[in-house]
């Protein structure tokens, strides 16, 4: 049966892959491999970074919290944490590196501006089928028409998948 969900969540990922890349066609095998070792099942690097300021990937949530129901809010996991670091206008060059200009302007022009930092967690997951069609389009899926088609091997759930940018001069 078709779950509007699903429809979503794989029109979303393609339109995003459109936007990103400019032109580009399907993997070999072995780069399409790594989406099972060096990479998540969706492409991001799996290891964390060498400060430890990013973990590594372990798998995401793929649970329900004991006794959460259908349509109660989400629970904040994280809801005891406390910002790492605070940076303010009095610490910001020690992080400049790390602020945008824009981060930068608020600092110095608002004397209560401030950036609290919190740690990174990487809790994404999916469905294993879309890490399966993820790693099936990675190895079959074109853009084609100086770009602007998508030829996905697989859309959602085994379904072929064709989606067309017309883009309007």
Not at 27 to 49: I, Y
Not at 73 to 80: H, I
Not at 111 to 124: F, K, L, Q, W
Request: proline content about 7%; cysteine-free.
């Amino acid at each position: 049966m078709f779950n509007i969900n699903h429809f979503v969540l794989m029109t979303s990922a393609v339109l995003t892959v459109m936007a990103a890349t400019p032109v580009m066609s399907s993997v070999s095998p072995e780069e399409a491999a790594k989406l099972k070792t060096t990479l998540t099942p969706l492409g991001a690097e799996r290891e964390g970074n060498a400060d430890g300021s990013i973990p590594g990937w372990n798998g995401g949530f793929t649970t329900v919290p004991p006794g959460y129901k259908s349509g109660d809010p989400r629970p904040d996991f994280f809801a005891g944490e406390k910002p790492v670091v605070q940076i303010t206008k009095a610490n910001m060059a020690k992080y400049a590196d790390k602020l945008t200009e824009g981060d930068q302007i608020l600092l110095n022009k608002y004397a209560s501006y401030r950036i609290d930092v919190y740690p990174t967690h990487r809790t994404a997951s999916a469905p294993q089928w879309v890490y399966d069609d993820t790693l099936e389009n990675a190895q079959h899926a074109t853009i084609t028409n100086d770009g602007l088609t998508l030829r996905a091997g697989l859309g959602w759930r085994g379904h072929h998948l064709q989606l067309q940018y017309l883009h309007r001069h």
